[in-house]
């Protein structure tokens, strides 16, 4: 009686002291009474419970077992089946104790069922066994699951692993749903009947509805499409030699398939893949770099080189580029080369760039017919195969940029002179002169040039103003006539006359009746050669000549001089002899209003000319006619100084008369009177001085400026 | 019976009817004036292509009804002023040629034909003649030109005409100033090449032939498929001939060429056109030796001689008048001292001025006379006569005077300016049957035995030394001072030796054709 009192004593106090250490324990951790016990709690509640069995107070511990397994149902605390699975075990070991073997056997059910493969641990009483096995040969059966291909599937919603070769898995008995759910593979649901103690057999085969595919390439970055549809680019992987991560495209239908790799600056492959019931990985595809070498000259050394608007150094120089269309740029102080080339893989290319002195259209005005951006492409493309000129539209920042604190009208150089000779709304030639350099200084270019939309339909105005001018050169051209564009652009790449000229300073004329050159006045060369008045030249350098036209054109024909000239001379007596005359190589003025010769950009050429004379007479001839250039565009004061420096000797053509005369000229446009008069005196005395070579005489016209 | 809908319905209708009709009106007053403008410029180019084809009289219709219906246009002066270029260049009625001209000036004063009609102005003041008067007037003309409208491309033409009357006035240095601008200020423009002929002429005169053959052959350098380095050629062939192969060998050589038929009877007259033509008159009629396809000799049937108009063309001269190769003809009759006018009928020599007059040499009237261009008696030109006379651009007239033994040299007015005894210090011409100038207006003399070639000009000394300056024209009565540059004869036994020259022609070039009444041929000499 006395034990059972101690007994009921010592459960009422553990029941009391696990109640209360267990809703101190509720109370200090739940934040609610609603939430239940928490995870900590339970686990109290079963070490509690567990000492209590170890004590040998089974009552007191089923009860704690009763508590913790209402506790865990209550609040739904599924996730921890383990500790669930024990407090059953341990509720069936205590009510077992208590002789309840009903009740262990139901909480062995309940464990089964929450964990079918459970098992007692060893040591466990050989009768709770016994008890055990019994349940579980009634509750449990086996399912022997094998699946191919091998992988995930869920039973009840719990995830199990199979693999072709059976294996057995514990199961209560009873229905169970199975579901395989796997990338490629038809989706499986079906169910299996489980029978206490005995082996369901359970095997599933996945059958193959798409595939996967990984491709793996060298390097990464590589685009993927797959029959022409892009599925992204290969990651970034780690391997050192730059084989990249696998990209996985999931869901491809099973067949052929062309499967293409591409990247800028490779050769894209291309390749047929067929997909068939297996997941499909590529080896590292290797793509070729796709490039192509180009070595870059320019006729301006130092000339700075740009590829897609990317500073590449300067010419000479070679590049790698990518295969495919570039725009090359090459800035040189002195011109500018654009173009758009294409290169192939494995090209080995040489571009000599030549450089064209730079016009950047500045202004631009435009009409409702023609509106400013169309009216600029049609005339880049009506000059674009102009040779020495490139008149072209400048990115809009960079325009925009240099035309900033500037003043600039919008008729600037293309406002149609008046019929008495007034321009329109022009500015003063020394600000046009200034406002042109500074605008081209800022636009690293040439010059500028102004384009406006003419009366007549397609028709344009060009005024191009070299750096340094005051006056520009205006063209028309029609961007719908492939003949007016031609014209336009032979204007602008024609060569300028030659400023230096081989001569045998003797006056031929043409007689009718007489085959041959005919000799009128023999002067220099001719004279120390023995030519007379009334001498025919009949051949030059072994070949005949009929007509002086013959005989310009073999002398013509002499690059350098000096150097000797054989001629066949007939006399009036009609007595042939051989003479041999040294050809001189002189100099020669451009005309001052040739309509053919673009004068703004003679003014660059000649500065050119003047730089890389290859000798003093070359150099002279280059200043000479670089003056009149000037006098041409209204710079009087520099053609007066570039006058200074060329010396001519007395004589026909082109002399100390000729100079004399365009200084004159000068003195008088700069208002230097009296030595105009000087000058011009001077031009008259020179009497058989020309303005060019077969151009008017000076001294009449200096005479008449004397005279006025 | 109407009921009131329909009447409200009429008087809706009707209004917009007369709504319409006023704005069709309105739509049909402006549309004339824009209907005008094309319909001018369109029937203006309609005479442009009439007159390309030739088509004057439908030319100049359409250009009277632009003028005189469409006078607002745009183009009505563009159509006086084709108007007046018929005139001018086809025609040469100089009197409406300036009516159009006057009516440009002074009804479209500013307009894109202005600068064209004061060149023109000019040109017509030269068609009067070379007097001092014509001269400056027309200078003033072509100075407008490049002082009003600088710009004009009609400023080379005003230069280049300019330079020619210069070169009438005698104002040498000016004529080149002129010519000089032309090319140094204009060298593409269409008169580039001309003005190098002038200049060339312009330096003959100044006494620099070889400096002249210089320029010259620019043309020829640069324009070589040129009409003007044709006559280049021509010129240079003269001036060479003459300055510098006649400085050390005869300037003339016999050719073999052979013209007309062999045994050559009753020739009167030989004949140079400007376009090279060569011609005959026999007492049977005008026969071409060497002309151009398609040229036609005038028609007269008992020719007395051969004359060139003043524009060179040939023109036959009959025993009371003359007539042109399109069979024009123009009869002559002079006044009598009794009263009432008589007919010319021994019309021996005949020669047009410039401003179209004709200088008649009657074996019957005391004196040479002057006829206008359609011939209506002017005056006497002088009392001398002579059976051969010849006329050069700046009107000077070289006659024949046998009685005095000279050749004697008029100027426009009759006075004489200059006379070639007929034996000179290094020359003799005893005979002298003809006389024809050159374009420079070198005078070429036939003897019977002999050609001489003499100069108004500085002729350059034999070493080629540059003459003296040209003295600035003196004021008092004009005299030209003709000395010899070459003379031509051959011994009797040569080949080249004709005895009795009776007529012969100069071409351009300078080449002599010369019939000799003894060999029975013509001869040719380059």
């Given at each position: 009686m006395i034990v059972k009192a101690r007994r009921l004593l010592s459960l009422a106090l553990v029941s009391a002291i696990a109640a209360g250490a267990a809703t101190r324990l509720v109370a200090r951790s739940a934040p609610s009474a609603q939430s239940g016990p928490q995870a900590g709690t339970l686990d109290l509640l079963f070490d509690q419970g567990k000492r209590l069995f170890d004590a040998f107070q089974y009552e007191e511990a089923a009860q704690l077992f009763d508590r913790l397994?209402?506790?865990?149902?209550?609040t739904g605390q599924t996730q921890r089946p383990d500790l669930l699975v024990q407090a059953y075990e341990?509720?069936?070991?205590?009510?077992?104790?208590?002789g309840d073997s009903a009740a262990a056997e139901r909480d062995f059910s309940a464990l089964l069922a929450i964990k079918p493969d459970f098992r007692l641990a060893a040591g466990v009483s050989p009768r709770v066994v016994a008890v055990f096995?019994?349940?579980?040969?009634?509750?449990?059966?086996?399912?022997?699951?094998?699946?191919?291909?091998?992988?995930?599937?869920?039973?009840?919603?719990?995830?199990?692993?199979a693999s072709p070769t059976p294996n057995m898995v514990d199961m209560t008995a009873g229905d169970h749903q199975v579901s395989v759910l796997r990338p490629g593979f038809r989706p499986v649901t079906q169910k299996v009947t489980v029978t206490a103690g005995a082996v369901s057999p359970l095997?599933?085969?996945?059958?193959?509805?798409?595939?996967?595919?990984?491709?793996?390439?060298?390097?990464?970055?590589?685009?993927?499409?797959?029959?022409?549809?892009?599925?992204?680019?290969?990651?970034?992987?780690?391997?050192?030699?730059?084989?990249?991560?696998?990209?996985?495209?999931?869901?491809?239908?099973?067949?052929?398939?062309?499967?293409?790799?591409?990247?800028?600056?490779?050769?894209?492959?291309?390749?047929?893949?067929?997909?068939?019931?297996?997941?499909?990985?590529t080896e590292p595809l290797r793509l070729t770099p796709s490039t192509a070498l180009v070595s870059i000259q320019s006729s301006q050394p130092t000339a700075a080189v740009f590829v897609d608007g990317a500073a590449r150094g300067q010419a000479p120089t070679d590049v790698t580029v990518c295969a495919g269309s570039h725009l090359i740029e090459v800035r040189g102080a002195k011109g500018r080369f654009i173009d758009r080339r294409d290169w192939k893989t494995g090209d080995n290319a040489t571009l000599t760039a030549d450089l064209r002195s730079a016009f950047p259209i500045v202004v631009t005005k435009a009409s409702t017919d023609a509106p400013a951006p169309q009216l600029r492409t049609n005339v880049e493309r009506a000059l674009a195969p102009a040779k020495r000129v490139m008149v072209y539209a400048p990115a809009d920042a960079e325009l925009q940029a240099a035309l900033r604190d500037e003043t600039v009208p919008s008729d600037w150089l293309v406002a149609p002179a008046s019929e008495t000779g007034a321009s329109v709304a022009g500015l003063p030639r020394e600000v046009t002169r200034e406002l042109g350099r500074r605008l081209a200084t800022k636009l690293g270019a040439q010059g500028v040039a102004a384009i406006s939309a003419g009366p007549e339909p397609y028709s344009v105005r060009i005024a191009l103003l070299a750096a340094g001018s005051a006056e520009p050169d205006v063209i028309t051209i029609n961007t719908a006539d492939p003949a007016s564009q031609a014209r336009a652009a032979e204007?602008?790449?024609?060569?300028?006359?030659?400023?230096?000229?081989?001569?045998?300073?003797?006056?031929?004329?043409?007689?009718?009746?007489?085959?041959?050159?005919?000799?009128?006045?023999?002067?220099?060369?001719?004279?120390?050669?023995?030519?007379?008045?009334?001498?025919?030249?009949?051949?030059?350098g072994g070949r005949p000549v009929a007509s002086v036209a013959d005989l310009r054109a073999r002398i013509a024909a002499i690059a350098t001089a000096p150097s000797d000239l054989a001629l066949d001379v007939k006399n009036l007596s009609g007595v042939t002899r051989k003479v041999t005359v040294t050809v001189a190589m002189l100099a020669d003025t451009i005309p001052m209003r040739d309509p053919s010769v673009l004068y703004n950009r003679a003014l660059l050429?000649?500065?050119?000319?003047?730089?890389?004379?290859?000798?003093?007479?070359?150099?002279?001839?280059?200043?000479?006619?670089?003056?009149?250039?000037?006098?041409?565009?209204?710079?009087?004061?520099?053609?007066?100084?570039?006058?200074?420096?060329?010396?001519l000797p007395d004589g026909p053509g082109v002399s100390a008369g000729t100079i004399a005369y365009l200084v004159g000229l000068c003195q008088e446009a700069t208002g230097r009177t009296a030595e105009a008069q000087a000058s011009f005196a001077k031009a008259a005395a020179a009497t058989q001085s020309r303005l060019w070579s077969d151009g008017p005489l000076v001294a009449p016209l200096a005479q008449a400026k004397g005279r006025r | 019976m109407i009921d009131q809908g329909t009447t409200r319905m009429t008087r809706r209708i009707a209004s917009t009817i007369v709504a319409s009709a006023a704005l069709t009106s309105?739509?049909?007053?402006?549309?004339?004036?824009?209907?005008?403008?094309?319909?001018?410029?369109?029937?203006?180019?309609?005479?442009?292509?009439f007159a390309r084809q030739g088509n004057y009289t439908e030319a100049l219709k359409d250009f009277r009804a632009v003028a005189d219906t469409h006078a607002s246009t745009s183009v009505a002066d563009n159509a006086l002023l084709e108007i007046a270029r018929y005139y001018l260049d086809v025609i040469n009625d100089t009197k409406q040629a300036t009516t159009a001209v006057e009516a440009i000036l002074t009804k479209y004063p500013t307009s894109d034909s202005a600068p064209d009609a004061y060149v023109m102005a000019g040109r017509l003041a030269l068609s009067r003649g070379h007097q001092p008067v014509d001269l400056e007037a027309a200078i003033a003309n072509f100075d407008r030109v490049f002082r009003l409208f600088p710009n004009s491309d009609a400023v080379p033409r005003s230069l280049l005409y300019a330079g020619e009357t210069h070169w009438y006035a005698r104002r040498y240095d000016d004529a080149l100033a002129s010519f000089g601008r032309v090319t140094a200020d204009y060298p593409t423009s269409a008169s580039a090449a001309d003005s190098y002929l002038g200049a060339g002429r312009v330096l003959v005169s100044l006494g620099r032939p070889v400096l002249a053959m210089e320029e010259l052959q620019q043309i020829r350098n640069r324009w070589p498929n040129s009409p003007a380095a044709a006559i280049a050629l021509s010129r240079i062939t003269l001036l060479n001939r003459l300055f510098v192969r006649g400085r050390s060998q005869a300037a003339f050589t016999l050719t073999t060429e052979t013209l007309g038929p062999p045994?050559?009877?009753?020739?009167?007259?030989?004949?140079?056109?400007?376009?090279?033509?060569?011609?005959?008159?026999?007492?049977?009629?005008?026969?071409?030796?060497?002309?151009?396809?398609?040229?036609?000799?005038?028609?007269?049937?008992?020719?007395?001689?051969?004359?060139?108009?003043?524009?060179?063309?040939?023109?036959?001269?009959?025993?009371?008048?003359?007539?042109?190769?399109?069979?024009?003809?123009?009869?002559?009759?002079?006044?009598?001292?009794?009263?009432?006018?008589?007919?010319?009928?021994?019309?021996?020599a005949a020669a047009q001025m410039s401003n179209g007059d004709w200088l008649i040499m009657d074996d019957d009237e005391k004196g040479l006379q002057r006829f206008s261009r359609t011939g209506t008696y002017v005056n006497v030109f002088n009392a001398t006569k002579t059976p051969r006379l010849a006329v050069n651009a700046i009107d000077d007239v070289a006659v024949i005077d046998r009685d005095g033994k000279t050749i004697t040299i008029f100027d426009a007015t009759g006075k004489v300016v200059g006379r070639i005894p007929f034996k000179g210090a290094s020359y003799d011409l005893p005979n002298p049957e003809d006389l024809a100038f050159d374009s420079f207006g070198h005078l070429y003399v036939l003897d019977r035995a002999a050609i001489a070639v003499f100069s108004p000009y500085p002729v350059p000394a034999a070493t080629g030394a540059t003459p003296p300056a040209t003295p600035a024209p003196a004021s008092g009565p004009r005299t030209v001072n003709y000395s010899l540059v070459t003379q031509f004869t051959a011994p009797e036994k040569d080949p080249a030796a004709f005895r009795k020259a009776t007529a012969f022609a100069v071409d351009p070039s300078g080449a002599v054709f010369l019939y000799d009444e003894r060999a029975q041929r013509v001869m040719v000499y380059r």
């Open positions: 397994i209402n506790a865990m149902a209550v341990m509720r069936a070991r205590s009510r077992f104790s208590l096995e019994g349940v579980r040969k009634i509750t449990v059966g086996q399912i022997a699951l094998s699946m191919n291909p091998p992988g995930d599937l869920q039973i009840d919603g719990r995830a199990y692993t095997a599933l085969t996945l059958e193959r509805v798409s595939a996967n595919l990984e491709v793996v390439s060298i390097p990464e970055g590589v685009e993927v499409l797959l029959d022409g549809k892009s599925l992204g680019t290969t990651p970034k992987g780690t391997d050192a030699n730059g084989v990249s991560a696998p990209l996985m495209l999931s869901d491809l239908p099973l067949g052929a398939h062309k499967l293409e790799l591409k990247r800028d600056c490779y050769v894209g492959i291309e390749r047929t893949i067929t997909l068939a019931a297996a997941d499909l990985r204007l602008l790449g024609g060569a300028l006359p030659p400023i230096m000229r081989p001569s045998i300073e003797t006056a031929v004329v043409d007689v009718a009746g007489t085959p041959g050159a005919v000799v009128v006045r023999a002067g220099g060369a001719g004279a120390k050669a023995g030519l007379t008045p009334g001498d025919t030249i009949v051949a030059a050429d000649l500065s050119e000319a003047i730089a890389s004379a290859p000798n003093a007479a070359a150099g002279s001839a280059a200043r000479l006619n670089l003056a009149i250039v000037d006098m041409r565009l209204g710079n009087w004061d520099d053609a007066l100084n570039a006058l200074k420096d060329v010396q | 309105v739509l049909w007053a402006q549309a004339p004036a824009t209907g005008n403008e094309d319909v001018a410029k369109r029937q203006l180019e309609s005479g442009r292509s045994k050559l009877q009753n020739v009167v007259a030989l004949a140079a056109t400007t376009s090279g033509g060569i011609y005959l008159a026999t007492e049977m009629g005008i026969t071409p030796l060497s002309a151009p396809a398609g040229a036609k000799a005038p028609a007269s049937a008992r020719p007395r001689g051969l004359a060139l108009d003043s524009g060179g063309n040939l023109v036959g001269i009959e025993s009371n008048g003359v007539r042109s190769a399109s069979g024009e003809a123009v009869a002559f009759s002079a006044p009598q001292s009794s009263g009432g006018t008589k007919p010319l009928v021994k019309i021996d």
